[in-house]
């Protein structure tokens, strides 16, 4: 593979050690499955302290840079081009419920464009980052989307409330990361979701592009209610005609 950036390099380091204090909750929200009370807090609690790890880590090592995360919100540095974009937990309801599907995701924003993304599965031990021109990476080996141009060979991932049942061979994941993410590594042949934030989808975006995967246009400037159509080059016609609702 090619040689990561030093800002990569700093992502997955704040992420493997966030990881394990998400690892070490995880195991305890098993156990807390059973009462009465719930894990709620619980999680609320596990999502601050990962997102502060991530944070502190990031400072650390670029002290300027903006942050735009789901529980801080925008912080903005002296460095208003370079955005650090973080969901400390995408997934949440997944790992309230014991699920092992959730991830950490970052991404760097910088002079209006994502050119990092880091989405990384602790529990499952999967990382998925790309960079700028530089392609997209499942564990050190090279991810493309898939190949696929017929629908019904398909399977497409979506999550939300669908005002109607798509004609589509599709699964709720309830981790739109990880749905990204599986489009890259042509695990889904494609992604479609609407009323997302920024946080879920940022590093997504890159992994989907450098993968070879094409998406309908997002404007980074906006934090909320996004709307997202992402898949293969070879399926995307095919996909919009059963979306054209959507």
């Known amino acids: 593979m090619n040689s990561i950036s030093a800002n990569l390099n700093v992502m997955i380091k704040a992420c493997e050690k966030a990881s394990k204090v998400l690892i070490r ?29 991530i944070i502190e880590e990031l400072k650390k090592a670029r002290p300027n840079y903006s942050i735009i995360s789901e529980e801080n919100g925008t912080e903005n540095s002296m460095d208003k081009k370079n955005t650090w974009i973080i969901d400390p937990i995408d997934g949440t309801i997944n790992f309230l419920h014991g699920i092992p599907h959730f991830a950490i995701s970052i991404a760097l924003k910088s ?77 889904y042949d494609g992604y479609f979701q609407r009323n997302l934030n920024l946080w879920d989808i940022a590093a997504g975006l890159i992994l989907v592009k450098e993968a070879g995967g094409v998406l309908n246009e997002i404007d980074l400037n ?22 054209n609702n959507f």
């Open 25 to 53: 909750d995880f195991g305890e929200i098993e156990k807390l499955q059973v009462s009465k009370k719930g894990p709620s807090d619980f999680v609320t609690n596990s999502d601050i302290k990962v997102e502060k790890i």
């Open 111 to 187: 002079n209006e464009e994502i050119i990092s993304g880091l989405i990384f599965d602790p529990i499952k031990n999967e990382i998925f980052f790309a960079e700028k021109e530089n392609g997209a990476f499942f564990n050190n080996h090279r991810i493309r989307v898939s190949k696929k141009n017929e629908l019904n060979n398909c399977l497409f991932a979506t999550g939300g409330k669908t005002k109607q049942e798509p004609d589509l061979p599709y699964r709720k994941s309830g981790c739109a990361a990880l749905d990204m993410a599986y489009v890259a590594a042509g695990r």
């Open 222 to 243: 906006n934090n909320k209610n996004i709307k997202i159509i992402a898949s293969s080059p070879d399926i995307n016609s095919k996909l919009l005609e059963k979306l």
